[in-house]
Structures are given as C-alpha cells and as structure tokens.
C-alpha cells in the first residue's frame, strides 16, 4: 500500500478551511449599544454617516459659575454655530464646539483610535486620520474605534462658556 503525500493545494485548501472554521466559530457579535437601539449602528469607518440615533442631551449641563471644578473658558469671539474650536482647559487638549445657538460642547481632543486630532464638522467630531466619527456627546459613530471620546460638562452663562475638568 502506497501513502500519497497531498499537493500543495491541498494543504492550502484545507488549511485556510480549518482557520476560517476556527474563526467563524470564536467570533461573538458586540454587545448592543444604546446607538444600536437608536438606529445609527456602525458604518463601517464612514466619516460622512448620518447621525441618526438620539444621542443624550449634551447642552443640558448647567453650570455654576465660580463652583469647584467649573472653569471659565475665555473665548472672544465664541465659535459660529456648527463650528469649534481647539484649544486647552485646565492642560487638557480639547475641541470646544457650538453645535446649536445655545449650545456648547466639549471632548477631548484626541482620537480614541490613534491620537490623532479630531475637528467638529457638521455636527460631529470626525478625525482626519483614519474616518472615526463621534456624535457630540462623544459617543461613538462609526470606527474604527468603539471607544468614546472623553466629554466634558459645558454650558454658557451670560457669553461667557464654563466647563467642568475633573
């Protein structure tokens, strides 16, 4: 009785099925989100995805001026609406901005994927790097991060904006 040893093929074909079956088999879907529920889900690292879920509302904070670990944020002229603004509070590198006439937000800075420097554009915080994308509150809108970006409390009182660092 004569062995065949199997070509090449062979051991590519069967090989690649056993890793396929082995990943198939350890993947779990990510725990739903509250985004989920909303309807915005992931999409995939597009940066222009439409902000469709409710994210929670980020311009009731309210400030009292002059009160432990509220700052007051000198800003002249503030942001136009729609628009932001990087800078520093209290050493921290942030993007203040003004999403509604009313309204002030702030989170950090860096990109929750690599570092990178995020922007504020139309009505979101998108970062240049790689296409995350983040609702205004900080939460996640579509990857290639599941991590939120860091929010802080903030709110405008008399023209004058305030947020609250830790």
Same mark, same amino acid.
């Given at each position: 009785?004569?062995?065949?040893?199997?070509?090449?093929?062979?051991?590519?074909?069967?090989?690649?099925?056993?890793?396929?079956?082995?990943?198939?088999?350890?993947?779990?879907?990510?725990?739903?989100?509250?985004?989920?529920?909303? *309807?915005? &889900?992931? /999409?995939?690292?597009?940066? +222009?995805? !439409?902000?469709?879920? @409710?994210? =929670? #509302?980020?311009?009731?904070?309210?400030?009292?001026?002059?009160?432990?670990?509220?700052?007051?944020?000198?800003?002249?002229?503030?942001?136009?609406? *729609?628009? &932001?603004? /990087?800078?520093?509070?209290? +050493?921290? !590198?942030?993007?203040? @901005?003004? =999403? #509604?006439?009313?309204?002030?937000?702030?989170?950090?800075?860096?990109?929750?994927?690599?570092?990178?420097?995020?922007?504020?554009?139309?009505?979101?915080?998108?970062?240049?790097?790689?296409?995350?994308?983040?609702?205004?509150?900080?939460?996640?809108?579509?990857?290639?991060?599941?991590?939120?970006?860091?929010?802080?409390?903030?709110?405008?009182?008399?023209?004058?904006?305030?947020?609250?660092?830790?």
């Amino acid at each position: 009785m004569t062995l065949l040893a199997p070509s090449r093929r062979v051991l590519l074909r069967d090989g690649s099925l056993l890793t396929l079956g082995l990943c198939l088999g350890c993947s779990t879907p990510p725990p739903a989100t509250k985004a989920d529920s909303g *309807g915005a &889900g992931d /999409a995939g690292g597009d940066a +222009g995805a !439409a902000d469709t879920g @409710a994210p =929670p #509302d980020v311009c009731a904070a309210a400030a009292t001026p002059g009160a432990d670990g509220w700052t007051a944020v000198a800003l002249d002229p503030l942001p136009a609406v *729609g628009e &932001g603004v /990087a800078l520093e509070i209290s +050493g921290r !590198a942030v993007v203040l @901005a003004r =999403p #509604d006439a009313d309204c002030v937000v702030v989170v950090s800075r860096a990109c929750t994927h690599q570092g990178c420097d995020v922007a504020f554009v139309e009505g979101r915080f998108v970062c240049p790097c790689h296409g995350a994308a983040f609702r205004r509150d900080g939460s996640v809108l579509s990857g290639p991060t599941s991590v939120p970006l860091t929010s802080y409390p903030a709110d405008m009182v008399d023209g004058a904006v305030w947020v609250q660092m830790p």
